[in-house]
């Protein structure tokens, strides 16, 4: 609830002060805005696998593997919380948590949730903030991915269990990036990870 006051009075001083501000600050902070919202959008997304994301029944869950990465700059989360927790909630279905730590790739552990999942939904988190910090942790979200692809397809239970990828990714780096994860099937892109680009991702992925 704090988040939502923090926003709603973010809101109300913006309005104010767009009543005061030039064209050029008016457009600056639209700018801001949208880079805080993010800009989700579909890259792949065969119709079976979205119609099978969306149906899925109560009984089922989703698998959401999650890197650990910093926080994005502009977040309003509290440091020790994940920033991806947001995203878990958000999930309109049941849904199991997993973060993988870059440096560990997929273990066991990560392996033992896949037979149980109705969907697979995999973040790979390579902004320029996370690429800072570690220029090696594209290629190492990359190759989880490609681990976890290859695990659900040499396992019949999984068959028609969709895996979806959600690429956050920003910069020079954004366009290479999305082109090294064309074997994916079903790609989303979002251009940062704060909570409301979380959101924006979330409703795009199932039709909202």
Not at 47 to 63: M, P, Y
Not at 84 to 110: A, I, N
Not at 178 to 187: I, K, M, Q
Request: contains cysteine.
């Amino acid at each position: 609830m704090g988040e939502r006051k923090a926003r709603k009075s973010s809101k109300s001083h913006s309005t104010q002060h767009r009543k005061m501000a030039s064209p050029g600050v008016s457009n600056l902070t639209t700018l801001l805005q949208s880079a805080s919202t993010g800009s989700a959008t579909i890259v792949r997304g065969p119709s079976a696998i979205l119609t099978r994301l969306r149906q899925l029944n109560e009984a089922e869950w989703i698998t959401l593997f999650t890197p650990f990465v910093p926080h994005p700059p502009s977040t309003v989360l509290a440091r020790n919380m994940d920033p991806f927790e947001p995203l878990g909630r958000m999930l309109p279905r049941q849904v199991r948590h997993v973060p993988y730590r870059l440096d560990h790739g997929m273990t066991d552990t990560h392996a033992d949730f896949l037979p149980s999942s109705g969907a697979i939904l995999i973040v790979v988190c390579s902004t320029e903030n996370v690429l800072s910090n570690d220029p090696k942790a594209y290629d190492r979200q990359k190759k989880f991915v490609e681990d976890v692809t290859q695990k659900a397809e040499h396992n019949n239970t999984l068959t028609n269990v969709p895996i979806i990828v959600l690429l956050i990714s920003n910069g020079a780096g954004r366009q290479p990036h999305e082109e090294g994860l064309s074997d994916v099937p079903a790609l989303v892109t979002c251009n940062n990870y704060t909570t409301a680009a979380l959101a924006n991702a979330v409703r795009v992925m199932f039709g909202n």
